[in-house]
């Protein structure tokens, strides 16, 4: 055998037992989404609140309860969260948003929220419908629709 062909199947052992241990922590992460999803369904309630701020923000500056910084891994101590600043009755809370409805979240507006511990997962608008956020544009769609610009063309849609 040539030391190419060697050097090849080491390479493709490695790889095969690196894919097998990626997909068994895959799994065990997922059960333990879903565990998570079903405690936060179970002590979900509506609430009516005004938001006052949303920011992404490193946990230590979000003014959470060192109860709950010190129950986060190390790794996402320094990670940035979606923070959201609300007044609920006579008090102004610090909640932890859900990443899907960040951009939805209304700024200075009275809302009805539902709400599981300190994360904020659902918001609806009180009066009325909240404001649909404009999606991003990427960085591709940006440069063709300035050289369709500069080539006279109209843009696509």
């Known amino acids: ?43 979900k309630q509506t609430v009516s609140m005004l938001i006052i701020d949303k920011k992404r923000m490193r946990l230590k500056d979000a003014g959470l309860p060192q109860a709950v910084i010190d129950g986060t891994p190390k790794l996402l101590r320094r990670s940035k969260l979606p923070i959201v600043k609300a007044k609920v009755g006579p008090q102004i809370v610090s909640l932890v948003c859900d990443e899907k409805i960040f951009d939805t979240v209304p700024v200075k507006k009275e809302v009805k929220a539902t709400v599981s511990g300190i994360y904020l997962t659902s918001v609806k608008g009180l009066r009325g419908s909240l404001p649909v956020p404009e999606k991003k544009k990427g960085w591709l769609k940006k440069k063709v629709e300035k050289l369709q610009e500069k080539a006279g063309a109209k843009p696509l849609k």
């Open 1 to 43: 055998m040539s030391t190419l062909l060697k050097v090849l199947l080491i390479v493709l052992a490695v790889l095969i037992v690196l894919i097998a241990v990626l997909y068994f922590l895959g799994r065990r992460a997922q059960k333990k989404q879903e565990e998570q999803q079903k405690q936060i369904e179970a002590y």
